[in-house]
């Protein structure tokens, strides 16, 4: 059977969930809120935006009221408002399902807004503004007053936050460096030394740091997450913060340099020192090999952080890359080289036996067949004695799984791999015991080789070896990512490793290719560093606290494609549902993009502004979505009508394309971006990846063909 054709790919995704189940469950659910007192709440989240209602979302209305950038936006607790902040300096507030402006509140401020807050338990009364100005006041949105105005930050403030049940805190975060509290219930004079700095991370990574957002944990109100000028995430416990003085230039020229590379005599201005583990970082385990590129064209900047709707997880949107989610209950470090089911047989304690059995010629399964460590369970012990979940073999996959998996390795051979790795990841998500679906979906990404992929493809080959430690094609694969990722000495400890175990599969053109590659880049000391060095990039000041806090970054859970963040430095992420259960995000080629947040599989991309949208704001309750960007209006989205058959103009067809050509937009140079910005069509060359290491260990599990298609990009 041939593979769907990229338009009616989404068609066939969505045909591989159990729609009977699911409205099975809303009757059933519907049902058991009768009695239930627990259910409603619970009813409501599960159903606040359903794949149906996804599937129908489209443009209800347009609100027309500014006269600049609309550029924050912002839903009330209740919903029933919508806060707006534009570069005409107005703060309108707006009645959006009667789709009416209600006040429109003349700031007062000299420069573009870029933050709006609702103040909780105001009755929806008071509202918070930031702008470039670098003050930060408080509206009466009534009276059209301003009743509060701070200047303590130095230049542009980006994003404020507020603390569910607590109307008199906000915290700002500026591009100045720092972070402040501003608390309403006390007095304040705003001078050259406001004691009200909780983050000043100028000390830590330089004289030019700048805070691009900052978000309160909304279950755990003492959580603070704060994105900067870097791709690192770090999450501060308020608790064990105390507001302190720093002073500030009067302009952004003005700062002076980082206080850390001063002498001890001017320690005094720095405030005071973080408590240890006060603070925790996060960062995509593959990013700091890209700072150190000097020959990177765009910059690493975190434009957005939020919590999840349960507060365990925190999303952000990362501009000239991707978007993550880091998990803040269960965090995960970086994976590189370990791991027992990769060290040979002789160096494993506890588990000789099972690997020594995967180490000899015929032992290698490509997951093919079941790794049985532990009698006849199925279940593999590690090192330290813990069990792992079964392992369920590619000769006993269930006939649902088997279809996908055929269709997906379909699409492989056909070099359709952003289409293979949706269906490979939906696979997964109905049974993630299978390692030959992380071992094919490694493939494809090695040859997709988007951003963040080859990070990717080595995480799938540690999740197929942990399942089945006679992997062959994995454990090659996972030698070729490190060598890609540039940790080449753990990339030859790798592959000594895959000598021990395989050595059948160790005497073929493609390993010996792989050898020498890895010992040529050894030996010219190609590779800027191994994994220990962290790759701090020379054109960073860090002090020595922030080098051990970098090292110790955690690492992503979810990863997600298909934007493009280069261009403005507010672009928002956030969950979309009372659950999370999408995640929604702007892009700058006017359209925004909605993912499922478990398969992290592209479901949907609407055309939501003429150059760039930047702001995408759920409604708390309703399945109903507001967003803004370079156009001067706010546009709301919501399921359209079931038999409303006139097809929607602004749903962008062909994802798959727009994905791509955004991967494409993000890698271009500074003329390559101009060109295609004026409409010419540019085609990307041949992918250097070769599918050399599919035919290390035997078999066709995936597609034999390396000859790459072209890239087609779309105008922005």
């Known amino acids: 059977m041939n593979p769907p054709s990229a338009h009616l790919f989404t068609k066939y995704v969505d045909s591989c969930y159990d729609w009977q189940r699911i409205h099975e469950n809303v009757l059933t659910q519907s049902i058991s809120r009768e009695w239930d007192t627990r259910q409603p709440l619970r009813f409501q989240r599960n159903l606040h935006v359903s794949p149906a209602f996804i599937k129908r979302l489209g443009l209800e209305t347009e609100l027309a009221g500014h006269n600049g950038c609309v550029n924050c936006l912002q839903w009330s607790d209740a919903g029933t408002l919508l806060a707006s902040g534009s570069d005409d300096l107005r703060c309108n507030i707006w009645e959006p399902l009667a789709h009416s402006l209600k006040v429109s509140i003349e700031t007062g401020h000299s420069g573009n807004i870029f933050s709006v807050k609702f103040l909780p338990q105001t009755n929806e009364q008071t509202v918070a503004t930031c702008a470039a100005d670098g003050k930060v006041k ?55 030394r406001c004691c009200n700095v909780l983050v000043n991370l100028n000390p830590y990574i330089g004289n030019f740091a700048e805070i691009k957002s900052v978000s309160i944990n909304p279950c755990h109100s003492y959580l603070l997450a704060v994105g900067a000028n870097d791709p690192y995430v770090r999450i501060y416990d308020l608790r064990m913060l105390k507001p302190h003085a720093f002073p500030t230039a009067a302009t952004t020229d003005d700062r002076r340099p980082s206080p850390c590379f001063q002498d001890e005599s001017s320690e005094a201005d720095t405030g005071y020192p973080l ?32 919590f999840s709707p349960n507060g365990q997880e925190v999303l952000v949107n990362l501009g000239g890359e991707q978007v993550y989610i880091f998990d803040v209950h269960q965090p995960r470090y970086p994976q590189c080289l370990k791991g027992s089911y990769i060290l040979p047989s002789s160096l494993v304690n506890g588990v000789s036996k099972e690997l020594g059995d995967a180490s000899s010629p015929i032992g290698g399964t490509n997951g093919f067949r ?165 790759g701090h990039s020379p054109m960073r000041n860090e002090s020595v606290e922030e080098r051990g806090l970098e090292r110790d970054a955690y690492d992503y859970k979810l990863r997600y ?36 947040k478990h398969s992290t599989n592209l479901v949907k991309v609407m055309r939501g502004d003429e150059s760039i949208v930047n702001c995408l704001q759920p409604h708390p309750t309703n399945c109903i979505l507001a967003t803004s960007g370079i156009d001067h209006v706010v546009r709301l989205w919501s399921p359209r009508h079931e038999d409303n058959a006139v097809e929607d103009e602004r749903l962008v067809e062909d994802s798959i394309k727009a994905a791509t050509a955004n991967q494409k937009r993000m890698n271009a140079d500074p003329l390559e971006v101009m060109l295609m910005n004026m409409g010419y069509r540019l085609t990307a060359g041949g992918s250097s990846t070769t599918d050399s290491e599919d035919r290390v260990g035997g078999g066709s599990n995936e597609g034999d063909d390396d000859s790459a298609s072209s890239v087609q990009c779309s105008t922005s």
């Open 275 to 306: 408590p240890g583990d006060c603070v925790q970082y996060y960062i995509a385990g593959h990013l700091p090999n890209k700072m150190a590129d000097r020959r990177r064209y765009r910059n690493l900047v975190s434009t957005y952080v939020t």
């Open 370 to 534: 079941k790794h049985l460590a532990d009698g006849a369970t199925g279940i593999h012990v590690d090192q330290h004695g813990y069990k792992r979940r079964k392992c369920v073999g590619a000769d006993n996959l269930p006939e649902r799984i088997a279809m996908i998996k055929s269709r997906a390795n379909q699409l492989f051979s056909d070099q359709r791999y952003t289409e293979a790795i949706s269906l490979y990841s939906h696979a997964i998500l109905i049974n993630d015991n299978i390692p030959i679906l992380y071992g094919n979906r490694a493939a494809a990404f090695m040859k997709r080789r988007w951003d963040g992929d080859i990070y990717s493809a080595l995480r799938d080959c540690h999740s197929a070896l942990s399942l089945d430690p006679g992997h062959v094609k994995a454990h090659f694969r996972l030698c070729r990512c490190l060598y890609e990722l540039a940790w080449v000495e753990e990339a030859r400890t790798a592959l000594t490793h895959f000598v021990d175990k395989f050595p059948a599969n160790s005497r073929s053109p493609t390993f010996d290719q792989l050898r020498d590659e890895i010992d040529a880049a050894l030996v010219k000391g190609k590779c800027e560093r191994s994994r220990d060095s962290n």
């Open 138 to 192: 408080v509206h009466n949105a009534p009276m059209r007053e301003t009743t509060h105005t701070f200047h303590c930050h130095s230049t542009r403030v980006k994003r404020l936050a507020v603390a569910p049940g607590t109307p008199y805190l906000i915290w700002s975060g500026s591009e100045d460096g720092t972070v402040r509290q501003f608390d309403l219930r006390e007095p304040h004079n705003c001078s050259n």
């Open 561 to 596: 494609c298909g934007h493009c963040n280069t261009t403005t430095d507010i672009k928002e992420a956030n969950y979309f549902g009372s659950n999370g259960q999408y995640i929604v995000a702007g892009s700058d080629d006017g359209s925004f993009f909605i993912w499922e």
